[in-house]
């Protein structure tokens, strides 16, 4: 017998057009284009929580207006390894850090920023699938 899933949940093997919706939430990567930096994030009901080889992070995500998000979260460094990201300060152990973008498709395009130099750089998370 092959019955579906209630409405609103994934399972493997499902087709990518019933979790493509205009949510925000779902499994995203990360990439900061013309680096080989980059990492993973889970977006659900709000929270998100993420990290790379460097650092984990969790926080919230908020919709603003014209299909852009507002993203915050606390960052904790785990690895100190300095050669692994020159924009890390080597004497903090954690940061607080900001991203807002605008929708295309599938991805978000737009800017991070550390709050404690006002530091930015471009970012492109892209959607891969459904947050459990």
Not at 3 to 27: C, F, H, I
Not at 39 to 65: A, C, E, M
Not at 85 to 102: I, L, Y
Request: overall charge negative; charged content about 20%.
């Amino acid at each position: 017998m092959n019955e579906s899933p209630p409405k609103g949940q994934w399972t493997a093997g499902q087709p990518e057009e019933r979790w493509t919706d205009k949510s925000v939430d779902g499994l995203w990567t990360y990439v900061v284009p013309g680096t080989n930096r980059g990492g993973v994030l889970v977006i659900k009901s709000g929270v998100v929580v993420g990290g790379n080889g460097i650092l984990y992070f969790q926080g919230v995500v908020l919709p603003l207006s014209d299909g852009r998000i507002s993203m915050t979260t606390h960052a904790v460094r785990f690895n100190h390894d300095a050669s692994l990201d020159e924009s890390w300060a080597t004497n903090q152990d954690s940061q607080s850090v900001r991203f807002e973008g605008r929708r295309v498709g599938q991805e978000f395009i737009g800017t991070v920023t550390r709050h404690d130099t006002d530091q930015t750089f471009e970012i492109v998370l892209t959607r891969r699938g459904p947050a459990f």
